[in-house]
Nanobody
Framework: QVQLVESGGGSVQAGGSLTLSCAAS????????MGWFRQLPGKDRELVAS????????YYADSMKDRFTVSQDNADNTLWLQMIGLKSEDTAMYYC???????????????????WGQGTQVTFSS
């Protein structure tokens, strides 16, 4: 049984930083494809970052690649999303996602992923 559990969300001010984590069970990051998505209020779920080639490469969405960084701790089977320079438009529910298998190209669509966490909320405060 694959389970993904996100944590680390909260309230953040302009220019602030936050690090989200995704703990996995029944699944190992190093041999599969992982992704971070977010869903803004009233919008479709969008890609933040996608790890591929068994975690050796990471694709970032253009609007986030200079501010967001994905890393993983294989020993703890935890995926991290470090976010800096946060803006009001970063307010969203952030999700961790997983897909069996190793891919040579990044998976970018929500439907490409099989397993999802429950999400963690990031809220901008003025």
């Amino acid at each position: 049984q694959v389970q993904l559990v996100e944590s680390g969300g909260g309230s953040v001010q302009a220019g602030g930083s936050l690090t989200l984590s995704c703990a996995a069970s029944g699944f190992h990051y190093s041999s599969n494809c992982m992704g971070w998505f977010r869903q803004l209020p009233g919008k479709d779920r969008e890609l933040v970052a996608s790890m591929y080639r068994a975690g050796q490469s990471t694709y970032y969405a253009d609007s986030m690649k200079d501010r967001f960084t994905v890393s993983q701790d294989n020993a703890d089977n935890t995926l991290w999303l470090q976010m800096i320079g946060l803006k009001s438009e970063d307010t969203a529910m952030y999700y961790c996602a997983a897909r069996d298998g190793s891919f040579s190209v990044p998976l970018k669509r929500p439907r490409d992923f099989t397993f999802w966490g429950q999400g963690t909320q990031v809220t901008f405060s003025s």
